[in-house]
């Protein structure tokens, strides 16, 4: 079975946003083929993190996992020129 090409491949998209409604647009549009990169600030993760009360670490949480799936990411020092 062939399959079509998803609207968004070849597109990327820097992803700075948090909590609920920007992850969730941001794995919707890497659902249709999109490469996005999430960005978190390394002196602030996203709030989602810990929004999952048995994870006993950053990467536990399933909500985290689930809204920013098939996206890759990066933590990064904003306020560093080099960052």
Request: hydrophobic share 35%; glycine share 8%.
């Amino acid at each position: 079975m062939k399959t079509l090409p998803r609207p968004l491949e070849g597109v990327r998209i820097v992803d700075f946003t948090h909590w609920v409604v920007g992850p969730i647009s941001g794995r919707m549009l890497a659902n249709l083929g999109a490469e996005v990169i999430k960005v978190e600030r390394t002196d602030s993760y996203d709030g989602m993190r810990r929004a999952t009360a048995n994870a006993t670490t950053p990467n536990m949480s399933g909500l985290f996992n689930n809204f920013n799936a098939d996206k890759l990411s990066i933590t990064l020092n904003t306020r560093h020129p080099e960052g």
